[in-house]
């Protein structure tokens, strides 16, 4: 009963390094999501996808870069870590319309960028 | 401005007391309003769905939606601690958009 898998959960870089996190779902669910959640914040949507081989821009997208080449991951990347991302990021994934359905999300990944 | 406004609290109360907590929005175009909770180093789970204005009741939870005025509720009744939790607000905007609101941090004593 794993739902949505986030992978790693915990990781440090320094600054200019690069990561991918990854986000697996065993739902066959076609839409996926990256957010991330900042103190005073709540959630915003970084990437997103409506199904395999597609992405699309949320709110925050610069600085990240995404890929869903498999129906059940998503990928996320950072190409050159900033402090300023150092955040928690929660893959999610729902069967239809987040307005409609719901979103199921993973338990997060926290990521420190010194 | 932001699109959705909700107080981050923390908010404090005892056991069996009842919990008020709210959103108020900036956009007249969303539809569906939706409060999800979370709990300490979890992701966020769905709680209620509403659609329009009006009340939805679950158990001890019930959502309210008044468009007119822009607010959205949700009250929890005889409160747990195992309520103890963030409790998000998120509404529809369309595209696979959902605007979160900042979430309420929530501690229910015994």
């Known amino acids: 009963n794993a739902g949505v898998t986030q992978t790693p959960k915990f990781r440090v870089l320094k600054t200019g390094q690069s990561m991918t996190l990854l986000c697996a779902q065993d739902m066959n669910h076609e839409y996926m999501y990256w957010y991330r959640q900042d103190p005073g914040m709540g959630l915003r949507l970084i990437h997103y996808?409506?199904?395999?081989?597609?992405?699309a821009k949320g709110e925050v997208p610069d600085g990240y870069n995404v890929s869903r080449l498999k129906k059940q991951n998503f990928l996320l990347g950072l190409e050159s870590a900033a402090p300023s991302q150092t955040s928690v990021y929660f893959c999610?994934?729902?069967?239809?319309?987040?307005?409609?359905?719901?979103?199921?999300f993973g338990e997060g990944s926290r990521l420190t960028v010194l | 401005q932001k699109e959705v406004e909700q107080d981050p609290g923390p908010l404090s109360v005892p056991e069996g007391a009842i919990v008020s907590l709210n959103c108020t929005y900036s956009?007249?175009?969303?539809?569906?309003f939706m409060w999800y909770r979370q709990y300490s180093r979890k992701g966020p789970e769905l709680l209620m769905y509403t659609y329009s204005s009006g009340n939805k009741e679950d158990g001890r939870f019930t959502a309210q939606v008044d468009k007119s005025s822009k607010y959205i509720s949700l009250f929890i009744r005889d409160s747990q601690p195992s309520d103890s939790a963030t409790y998000l607000c998120a509404l529809d905007r369309g595209a696979q958009k959902l605007v979160f609101g900042q979430g309420t941090r929530l501690t229910i004593n015994p």
């Open positions: 956009n007249s175009a969303f539809q569906y």
């Open positions: 999610a994934s729902s069967s239809t319309s987040p307005s409609t359905g719901e979103l199921f």
């Open positions: 996808s409506v199904g395999e081989g597609t992405t």
